[in-house]
């Protein structure tokens, strides 16, 4: 069997809602790498909330962070890491625009976090590991580029902060799914861009590239794969219209399942 390239999402794709790996997700994941394919996590969480996950599986790949904006190989220091995160002056220049009240902002850099107000909704996706999460005047703690920058806002202000951010090109702005945080991205930095990156680093064409999603920000990726497959209860109407469905959701070991179906048997 030819090798495949795997690219897998975290949140609601391969973690449960307890956010973590069951046994049998382990089992199968470790199985797959031990048949020689490559297993590539690729998520919006910054690189210090994938490693947990990285090692629990034992992967010796890449990975994909900040949804697109940071790939790294933590055990091949040869790997031509790919960053790009969004200058100090334009967070900046955003933050003294801002003329509406924040119920919270969040920002980090490669060395440490800021929030204005500690948020266990935000500590689920962001995590405390060995890091101290900055408090107080945004702008003291503002000292280099970021590669995460969130807002929670009332939904009267949306428009504003999306013309805001998005006053500083190629950067836009895009709200969570069912939540009233938002945040910052790049345009041209997505999943999908890191996801060809990987690819072509290891010389793999689409049609030996398996990819698993649920969200918006998963479908570049999910277009560049031969397989595809968005994971149930998928909250993008864009993947569900564009690619197929797995009747098993996140909470089912959906992507193992899967996988175990096309690798294993």
Same mark, same amino acid.
């Given at each position: 069997m030819t090798?495949?390239l795997?690219f897998?999402?975290?949140d609601?794709?391969l973690?449960?809602?307890?956010?973590?790996? &069951?046994p049998?997700? #382990?089992r199968?994941?470790?199985?797959?790498s031990?048949k020689?394919?490559?297993i590539v996590?690729?998520?919006? *969480?910054?690189p210090r909330?994938i #490693?947990?996950?990285?090692?629990?599986?034992?992967?010796t790949?890449?990975?994909?962070?900040?949804?697109?904006t940071?790939?790294?190989?933590?055990n091949?220091? &040869?790997?031509p &890491?790919?960053k790009?995160?969004f200058?100090?002056k334009?967070?900046?220049d955003i933050l003294?625009? +801002?003329?509406?009240p924040?119920?919270? +902002?969040?920002f980090?850099d490669?060395?440490?976090?800021?929030a204005?107000?500690i948020?266990?909704f935000? #500590?689920?996706?962001f995590?405390k590991?060995?890091?101290k +999460?900055?408090?107080g005047?945004?702008n003291? $703690?503002?000292?280099k580029d970021?590669?995460?920058?969130? !807002?929670?806002?009332e939904e009267e202000?949306d428009?504003?902060?999306?013309?805001i951010?998005?006053?500083?090109?190629p950067?836009? @702005? *895009? $709200?969570?799914s069912g939540?009233?945080? @938002?945040?910052?991205y790049y345009a $041209?930095?997505d999943k999908?861009?890191a996801?060809k990156?990987?690819?072509?680093?290891y010389?793999?064409?689409?049609k030996d +590239?398996?990819?698993?999603?649920d969200?918006d920000s998963?479908?570049k990726?999910?277009?560049?794969a031969?397989?595809?497959y @968005?994971? !149930?209860? @998928?909250k993008s109407r864009?993947l569900?219209?564009?690619?197929? &469905?797995?009747e098993k959701?996140n909470?089912d070991?959906?992507?193992? $399942?899967k #996988?175990?179906e096309?690798l294993?048997?």
């Open positions: 090798k495949k795997i897998i999402d975290l609601g794709t973690l449960n809602d307890s956010f973590e790996l &069951s049998y997700t #382990l199968t994941l470790k199985e797959v031990r020689g394919h490559r996590l690729a998520s919006g *969480r910054p909330a #490693l947990p996950y990285y090692e629990e599986l034992g992967l790949t890449p990975f994909i962070a900040y949804n697109g940071y790939v790294t190989d933590p091949d220091p &040869s790997f &890491s790919l790009k995160a200058p100090l334009d967070v900046k003294s625009k +801002i003329d509406f924040l119920l919270n +902002i969040a980090e490669e060395e440490k976090a800021y204005k107000i948020d266990p935000l #500590l689920a996706y995590p590991v060995g890091e +999460i900055m408090t005047d945004a003291e $703690h503002l000292t970021v590669f995460a920058l969130i !807002f929670e806002t202000y428009e504003r902060l999306k013309e951010v998005e006053s500083h090109v950067m836009g @702005c *895009r $709200h969570w939540s009233k945080h @938002c945040e910052a $041209h930095y999908g861009n996801a990156y990987i690819a072509d680093y010389g793999v064409e689409p +590239i398996i990819a698993f999603g969200s998963d479908y990726m999910l277009s560049l031969g397989e595809k @968005c994971v !149930f209860p @998928c864009l569900l219209e564009k690619f197929p &469905s797995l959701g909470n070991d959906a992507v193992a $399942h #996988l175990e096309l294993l048997n």
